[in-house]
Protein backbone atom coordinates (compact mmCIF):
# COMPACT_ATOMS: atom_id res chain seq x y z
CA UNK A 1 0.00 0.00 0.00
CA UNK A 2 1.16 3.42 -0.99
CA UNK A 3 2.08 5.75 1.97
CA UNK A 4 3.49 9.42 1.42
CA UNK A 5 5.38 10.83 4.22
CA UNK A 6 6.48 14.87 4.72
CA UNK A 7 9.28 15.50 7.06
CA UNK A 8 9.08 17.48 8.77
CA UNK A 9 5.51 18.60 10.20
CA UNK A 10 6.43 22.27 10.33
CA UNK A 11 9.27 24.55 9.53
CA UNK A 12 9.89 27.78 10.73
CA UNK A 13 12.76 30.18 8.55
CA UNK A 14 14.02 33.78 8.37
CA UNK A 15 12.62 35.69 5.21
CA UNK A 16 15.10 35.69 2.69
CA UNK A 17 16.31 31.90 2.97
CA UNK A 18 16.49 29.21 0.80
CA UNK A 19 14.65 26.21 1.88
CA UNK A 20 13.54 22.34 0.92
CA UNK A 21 10.80 20.57 1.87
CA UNK A 22 11.01 17.04 1.62
CA UNK A 23 8.47 14.39 0.42
CA UNK A 24 8.75 10.44 0.41
CA UNK A 25 6.61 7.60 -1.41
CA UNK A 26 6.63 4.00 -0.64
CA UNK A 27 6.13 2.51 -4.14
CA UNK A 28 8.01 3.61 -6.95
CA UNK A 29 4.91 2.54 -9.32
CA UNK A 30 3.77 6.44 -9.63
CA UNK A 31 2.47 8.07 -12.85
CA UNK A 32 3.10 11.20 -11.27
CA UNK A 33 3.84 13.69 -8.19
CA UNK A 34 1.61 16.47 -7.26
CA UNK A 35 2.93 19.65 -4.90
CA UNK A 36 -0.11 21.61 -3.26
CA UNK A 37 -0.45 24.95 -1.27
CA UNK A 38 -3.03 24.99 1.42
CA UNK A 39 -3.60 28.48 2.97
CA UNK A 40 -5.46 28.73 6.61
CA UNK A 41 -9.31 27.94 5.74
CA UNK A 42 -8.99 27.49 2.37
CA UNK A 43 -8.96 24.95 -0.42
CA UNK A 44 -5.59 23.75 -2.06
CA UNK A 45 -4.03 25.09 -4.94
CA UNK A 46 -1.85 23.05 -7.06
CA UNK A 47 1.91 24.15 -7.31
CA UNK A 48 3.79 22.00 -9.65
CA UNK A 49 3.00 18.45 -11.34
CA UNK A 50 5.76 16.39 -12.25
CA UNK A 51 5.40 13.42 -14.83
CA UNK A 52 7.28 10.04 -13.75
CA UNK A 53 9.58 10.66 -16.36
CA UNK A 54 10.40 14.23 -15.69
CA UNK A 55 13.09 14.91 -12.95
CA UNK A 56 12.29 18.52 -12.34
CA UNK A 57 9.77 21.05 -12.99
CA UNK A 58 10.21 24.86 -12.36
CA UNK A 59 7.80 27.49 -11.42
CA UNK A 60 9.27 31.11 -10.59
CA UNK A 61 10.79 30.92 -7.46
CA UNK A 62 9.38 26.78 -7.24
CA UNK A 63 11.37 24.03 -8.00
CA UNK A 64 10.36 20.35 -7.51
CA UNK A 65 12.49 17.46 -7.97
CA UNK A 66 11.41 13.42 -8.27
CA UNK A 67 13.77 10.60 -7.67
CA UNK A 68 11.03 7.50 -7.97
CA UNK A 69 13.91 4.79 -7.51
CA UNK A 70 14.52 6.46 -4.22
CA UNK A 71 10.95 7.31 -3.39
CA UNK A 72 12.08 11.00 -2.97
CA UNK A 73 10.60 14.02 -3.89
CA UNK A 74 11.50 17.71 -2.97
CA UNK A 75 9.77 21.45 -3.49
CA UNK A 76 13.28 23.98 -3.09
CA UNK A 77 11.73 27.60 -2.44
CA UNK A 78 14.33 30.48 -3.39
CA UNK A 79 14.29 33.52 -1.69
CA UNK A 80 11.33 32.79 0.84
CA UNK A 81 9.02 35.47 1.49
CA UNK A 82 6.43 36.01 4.43
CA UNK A 83 3.54 34.98 1.75
CA UNK A 84 5.22 31.28 1.33
CA UNK A 85 3.63 30.86 4.62
CA UNK A 86 1.51 28.11 4.03
CA UNK A 87 1.40 24.44 4.42
CA UNK A 88 2.35 22.49 1.63
CA UNK A 89 1.14 18.52 0.44
CA UNK A 90 2.44 16.76 -1.69
CA UNK A 91 0.11 13.80 -3.53
CA UNK A 92 1.09 10.89 -5.66
CA UNK A 93 -1.02 9.07 -8.38
CA UNK A 94 0.06 5.66 -8.67
CA UNK A 95 -0.01 3.90 -11.95
CA UNK A 96 -3.16 2.03 -10.94
CA UNK A 97 -6.02 4.21 -10.71
CA UNK A 98 -7.41 7.91 -10.40
CA UNK A 99 -6.97 8.36 -7.03
CA UNK A 100 -4.13 10.45 -4.86
CA UNK A 101 -2.22 9.36 -1.62
CA UNK A 102 -1.35 12.16 0.25
CA UNK A 103 1.06 12.91 2.96
CA UNK A 104 -0.09 15.17 5.93
CA UNK A 105 1.89 18.69 5.09
CA UNK A 106 4.62 20.60 6.11
CA UNK A 107 3.80 23.87 7.30
CA UNK A 108 6.27 26.40 6.66
CA UNK A 109 6.29 29.83 8.29
CA UNK A 110 8.18 32.47 7.02
CA UNK A 111 9.40 35.46 9.48
CA UNK A 112 9.83 38.69 8.66
CA UNK B 1 -9.68 29.86 -10.12
CA UNK B 2 -11.77 26.98 -11.24
CA UNK B 3 -15.52 27.86 -10.64
CA UNK B 4 -15.95 25.33 -7.66
CA UNK B 5 -18.22 26.33 -4.94
CA UNK B 6 -19.44 24.10 -2.19
CA UNK B 7 -22.23 24.43 0.43
CA UNK B 8 -22.75 25.02 3.37
CA UNK B 9 -19.11 26.46 4.41
CA UNK B 10 -19.97 25.59 8.32
CA UNK B 11 -22.51 23.02 9.42
CA UNK B 12 -23.13 21.79 13.13
CA UNK B 13 -24.99 19.07 13.41
CA UNK B 14 -25.71 16.23 16.15
CA UNK B 15 -24.86 12.51 15.99
CA UNK B 16 -27.16 10.39 14.25
CA UNK B 17 -28.68 13.19 11.80
CA UNK B 18 -28.42 12.82 7.79
CA UNK B 19 -26.45 15.54 6.53
CA UNK B 20 -25.96 16.40 2.74
CA UNK B 21 -23.47 18.70 1.15
CA UNK B 22 -22.64 20.21 -2.19
CA UNK B 23 -19.94 20.81 -4.52
CA UNK B 24 -20.89 22.77 -7.54
CA UNK B 25 -18.62 23.72 -10.76
CA UNK B 26 -19.22 25.48 -13.81
CA UNK B 27 -16.16 23.91 -15.82
CA UNK B 28 -17.84 21.28 -17.41
CA UNK B 29 -15.27 18.76 -16.18
CA UNK B 30 -15.45 15.39 -15.78
CA UNK B 31 -14.25 14.01 -12.41
CA UNK B 32 -15.37 14.89 -9.24
CA UNK B 33 -14.15 13.78 -5.99
CA UNK B 34 -14.73 14.15 -2.25
CA UNK B 35 -12.02 14.51 0.04
CA UNK B 36 -11.74 14.69 4.45
CA UNK B 37 -9.47 16.33 5.87
CA UNK B 38 -8.37 15.64 9.05
CA UNK B 39 -4.90 16.67 11.37
CA UNK B 40 -2.06 14.26 10.76
CA UNK B 41 -4.02 12.16 7.97
CA UNK B 42 -3.71 14.79 5.12
CA UNK B 43 -6.48 14.16 2.50
CA UNK B 44 -8.53 11.07 2.04
CA UNK B 45 -10.63 9.84 -0.97
CA UNK B 46 -14.18 9.57 0.16
CA UNK B 47 -15.73 8.97 -2.94
CA UNK B 48 -15.19 10.11 -6.62
CA UNK B 49 -17.52 10.39 -9.66
CA UNK B 50 -16.05 9.73 -13.68
CA UNK B 51 -19.65 11.17 -15.34
CA UNK B 52 -22.81 11.73 -14.40
CA UNK B 53 -24.09 8.81 -12.02
CA UNK B 54 -20.62 7.01 -12.43
CA UNK B 55 -18.91 6.79 -8.95
CA UNK B 56 -16.74 4.61 -7.06
CA UNK B 57 -15.43 4.16 -3.54
CA UNK B 58 -12.39 5.57 -2.13
CA UNK B 59 -9.73 4.84 0.98
CA UNK B 60 -12.57 5.80 3.63
CA UNK B 61 -15.96 5.48 2.10
CA UNK B 62 -17.92 3.66 4.97
CA UNK B 63 -20.75 6.13 6.33
CA UNK B 64 -20.92 7.94 3.34
CA UNK B 65 -22.82 7.90 0.07
CA UNK B 66 -22.68 10.06 -3.36
CA UNK B 67 -24.68 11.25 -6.12
CA UNK B 68 -24.30 12.97 -9.27
CA UNK B 69 -27.24 13.46 -11.64
CA UNK B 70 -25.80 16.42 -13.27
CA UNK B 71 -22.36 17.48 -14.54
CA UNK B 72 -22.60 20.43 -12.51
CA UNK B 73 -23.30 18.84 -9.09
CA UNK B 74 -22.07 16.21 -6.83
CA UNK B 75 -23.47 15.58 -3.59
CA UNK B 76 -22.18 13.86 -0.48
CA UNK B 77 -24.06 12.43 1.96
CA UNK B 78 -23.88 11.14 5.50
CA UNK B 79 -26.58 8.81 5.96
CA UNK B 80 -26.09 8.96 9.93
CA UNK B 81 -23.53 11.28 10.98
CA UNK B 82 -21.18 10.43 13.97
CA UNK B 83 -18.70 12.47 15.84
CA UNK B 84 -15.99 10.79 14.22
CA UNK B 85 -16.99 12.43 10.48
CA UNK B 86 -16.45 15.67 12.22
CA UNK B 87 -14.02 16.78 9.58
CA UNK B 88 -13.43 19.60 6.93
CA UNK B 89 -14.66 17.91 3.60
CA UNK B 90 -13.20 19.30 0.27
CA UNK B 91 -14.31 18.94 -3.18
CA UNK B 92 -11.93 18.95 -6.28
CA UNK B 93 -12.81 18.61 -10.16
CA UNK B 94 -10.29 17.48 -12.85
CA UNK B 95 -10.88 17.84 -16.71
CA UNK B 96 -8.78 14.64 -18.03
CA UNK B 97 -9.09 11.50 -18.88
CA UNK B 98 -5.63 10.54 -18.61
CA UNK B 99 -3.28 10.73 -15.86
CA UNK B 100 -1.60 14.33 -16.40
CA UNK B 101 -4.22 16.38 -15.24
CA UNK B 102 -4.02 18.60 -12.03
CA UNK B 103 -7.34 18.62 -9.54
CA UNK B 104 -8.76 21.89 -8.43
CA UNK B 105 -9.99 22.13 -5.21
CA UNK B 106 -12.90 24.13 -3.47
CA UNK B 107 -12.78 26.32 -0.73
CA UNK B 108 -14.02 23.55 1.94
CA UNK B 109 -17.13 22.59 4.64
CA UNK B 110 -16.03 22.50 8.02
CA UNK B 111 -18.30 19.79 9.49
CA UNK B 112 -19.12 19.31 13.33
CA UNK B 113 -20.89 16.47 14.59
CA UNK B 114 -22.35 16.75 18.00
Known amino acids: KQEVTQIPAALSVPEGENLVLNCSFT??????LQWFRQDPGKGLTSLLL???SQREQTSGRLNASLDKSSGRSTLYIAASQPGDSATYLC???????????WGAGTKLIIKP | DAGITQSPRHKVTETGTPVTLRCHQT?????MYWYRQDPGHGLRLIHY???????DKGEVSDGYSVSRSKTEDFLLTLESATSSQTSVYFC?????????????FGPGTRLTVL
Open chain 2, 49 to 55: SYGVKDT
Open chain 1, 50 to 52: IQS
Open chain 2, 27 to 31: ENHRY
Open chain 1, 27 to 32: DSAIYN
Open chain 1, 91 to 101: AVRPNSNYQLI
Open chain 2, 92 to 104: AISAEEDYTDTQY
